[in-house]
T-cell receptor, first 115, second 114 residues
Framework: EAAVTQSPRNKVTVTGGNVTLSCRQT?????MYWYRQDTGHGLRLIHYSYGAGNLQIGDVPDGYKATRTTQEDFFLLLELASPSQTSLYFCASSDTAGGGRNTLYFGAGTRLSVL | GDSVTQTEGPVTVSESESLIINCTYSATSIAYPNLFWYVRYPGEGLQLLLKVITAGQKGSSRGFEATYNKETTSFHLQKASVQESDSAVYYCALGESGGYKVVFGSGTRLLVSP
């Protein structure tokens, strides 16, 4: 069974603060993704990566950076957090063919509040 | 654009009653969409419930079923008899074959009362 672990599970910061969300997968998957979910919206893709050192822009990238340091680890960075980034963040992974056909494996989510 | 619309929750059902959660999709840029239902139990991440990649086919898992209907662009989730343990948030999703793109619905919270 795929394992995707996110940390922290909850985070509170202030406007202008610096936040890093971490994600580790232990399934040797090539693809990793960061999504956000807001009430009334489906999950929206922020960034994704298909390998260490690779980064691709998703659908809602503004205000976010990401870095894939190893095959296992994918980080989401908010360098100047704003209240509009208050959301539930999910990390996911999938095998080489990508999430459009193959199963996405999700972490339990990080709830971020920006005051 | 591509989109997924599903039943707005919460949906409240008594144990042993039947369930249907509606899902319709629009795939304007995805030529051969794949359809998914994901479920998120409290405190957990989303997990795949079922998927269908061929129009006209039915997927099933844990007593849930959904049929990929290309004519009506629908992928409704059904279960004949729900259990309290089915209480969760259910997400319909549309995926692009061979690609990364997945479009999610906003989720439907299901509450099953004993």
């Amino acid at each position: 069974e795929a394992a995707v672990t996110q940390s922290p599970r909850n985070k509170v910061t202030v406007t202008g603060g610096n936040v890093t969300l971490s994600c580790r997968q232990t399934n040797s998957h090539n693809y990793m993704y960061w999504y956000r979910q807001d009430t009334g919206h489906g999950l929206r893709l922020i960034h994704y990566s298909y390998g260490a050192g690779n980064l691709q822009i998703g659908d809602v990238p503004d205000g976010y950076k990401a870095t894939r340091t190893t095959q296992e680890d994918f980080f989401l960075l908010l360098e100047l957090a704003s209240p509009s980034q208050t959301s539930l963040y999910f990390c996911a992974s999938s095998d080489t063919a990508g999430g459009g056909r193959n199963t996405l494996y999700f972490g339990a989510g990080t709830r971020l509040s920006v005051l | 654009g591509d989109s997924v619309t599903q039943t707005e929750g919460p949906v409240t059902v008594s144990e042993s009653e039947s369930l249907i959660i509606n899902c319709t999709y629009s795939a304007t840029s995805i030529a051969y969409p794949n359809l998914f239902w994901y479920v998120r139990y409290p405190g957990e991440g989303l997990q795949l419930l079922l998927k269908v990649i061929t129009a006209g086919q039915k997927g099933s898992s844990r007593g849930f079923e959904a049929t990929y209907n290309k004519e009506t662009t629908s992928f409704h989730l059904q279960k004949a008899s729900v259990q309290e343990s089915d209480s969760a948030v259910y997400y319909c999703a549309l995926g692009e074959s061979g690609g990364y793109k997945v479009v999610f619905g906003s989720g439907t919270r299901l509450l099953v009362s004993p």
